[in-house]
C-alpha cells in the first residue's frame, strides 16, 4: 500500500480535504457548537506540551494514518529545526515532550535529539510514540528499548486489538506479530512493570467507522487478553477516536460511512470533552519546524493563527498564548462521548 | 420505497415520549441504569442485548447493539457465539417442547 501523497490521492491536497469536511450535508459548524458551550472562540489555557513530528516516514502503512505516513515519505526533521526546537525547550518551562512520527526513530538524527533533550531538561517527561514494530524492523533497532530505559522515556505505542485479525486489517499484515515481540522486549526492559518507574502506556483506536468504548471497560479487557495469552504487561490504555481526516477519512468516503460517522460525531459532542481538547495545553511542531494547534491542524495545514509566530525559530510564548485555536469539522473528532486526546479520553 | 423498517427511525426512539412522556422518561431512566457497568460488566451487557436482539429479531437493536458490541471492544468471534448462545436457546426451546408432543403421542398411542 502506498501513502495517499504517492498514489496523488485528491485527499493528498489539504485545501479540497477541508472543502470537503466544511460542505457537508448536517454540519452543524463546530464553532456554533463551541460557542453553545460557551467555549468559542477556543483559547489555550497554557502550553505545557510540546509535541514534535519528527517525520512522516514511517515503516508501516496504516489504514487509518492521519498522518498519511509510509516508507515513501520522505519527509522528516533536520539537525538544523530540533536545535530551534531545543533552544525553546531550554528556554521555557515545557513540562512534556512528546516526540512523534510517522517512526520518529527512523529520523537519523533521533537518538541525538533524545540525549540533548534529557541533558538540558533532566526532569521533562518525554514520550516517544512508538510503533513497536520498528524496534523489530532492523538490527540496528533491537537495543531502542535499552535505549529508552536509559534516558527515561515514556512509551506509547499503538494496539487496536488483542487480536492479529483486527490489528492487521488496519496496521498491515504481520504487525500483531511483531508487536506482540516487541511489548515483550519492552516489559523484559522493565517497561510496564510494576515499581520500575518506566511506562509503557498503549493507545487503542476503533478498527472502523465507530467510536471507542468506554477506556476504563477496554483497558482492563486487553489488560486481561494480553497478560493471560502474551504475558505481557502495560501502564494504561488511551483510548483515541480516529479524526476524519487523511487516510481515515478516504476509507469513510469509500466505504459510504462518511455522512453517518460525522453525524455520530456532531451527536456525541460533548461540552467537558470540549473544554479539555488537547490544543489547549499543546503546540505540536511539525517536520520542517512550522507550528500547528495540534497533529491533525499539522496534517490539515493549518498553522497556529498568530503570524508573528509560525515557526519554531520565531517562537514568542506571549503570541501563542494569546492565539485562537484554529477549529473545523474534524475537531468533532476529539469531543465526542468521552473526549480524545493524544493522552486518551478527556472527559 | 416504504418499507416497515428505516434504520432512520433507530434516531427517532428517543422521541417516544412525544406521545406518552412519563411512562418513556421511567423507561429510558430504567434503561439507562440496566446498561451501566454492575455486576456484569457493560460489555458483557452489550454481548447480551445482542443476543436478545437476535432472538427478538429487532432490525433496530441487532445494529445498535452490533455497533455497540464493537465499541465495548468485542470481536466478531464473540459477537458470533452470542448469536448462537440465542439460537441455541430458541432452537432448545422448541425441541423441549417435543417433549409434550412425544407425550401426547404416547397417550393416545396403542
Ligand atoms: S499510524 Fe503510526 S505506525 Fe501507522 S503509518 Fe501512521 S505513523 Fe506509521
Ligand atoms: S482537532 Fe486539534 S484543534 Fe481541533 S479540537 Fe482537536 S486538538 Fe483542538
Redo the contacts between chains.
Sequence with gaps: MKSLKAQNHPLSDTQYELQLLESQETGIPFSEKLAESGLYPLVPTQIEILQINLGKMCNQVCKHCHVDAGPDRKEIMNQETMMECLEVISKHDIGTIDLTGGAPEMNPHFRWFVEEIRRIKPDAKIIVRCNLTIILANPKFHDLPEFFKNHQIEVVSSLP?F?A??TDSQRGEGVFEKSIKALQMLNAAGYGQENSGLMLNLV?N?A?A?????QE??E???KRRLGSQYSISFNSLFTITNLPISRFLEYLLRSGNYQSYMEKLIEAYNPIAAANVMCRNTISVGWDGYLYDCDFNQMLELRVSCTTSQHIKDWSLESLNNREIVINQHCYGCTAGAGSSCGGATA | MKTYYDPEDLKKFGKIGEFQKSMADKFFAYYGEVFK?GAL???EKSLIALAVAHAIQCPYCIDAYT??S????C??EQMMEAVHVAAAIRGGASLVHSTQMMNKVKEISI
Design positions: 486489538y487480536t485479525i483486527k487503542y476503533p472502523g465507530f467510536l471507542p468504548g468506554s471497560g477496554l482492563a479487557e486487553f | 457497568e460488566t457493560a460489555r455497533v455497540d464493537m465499541e465495548k471492544g470481536d466478531e
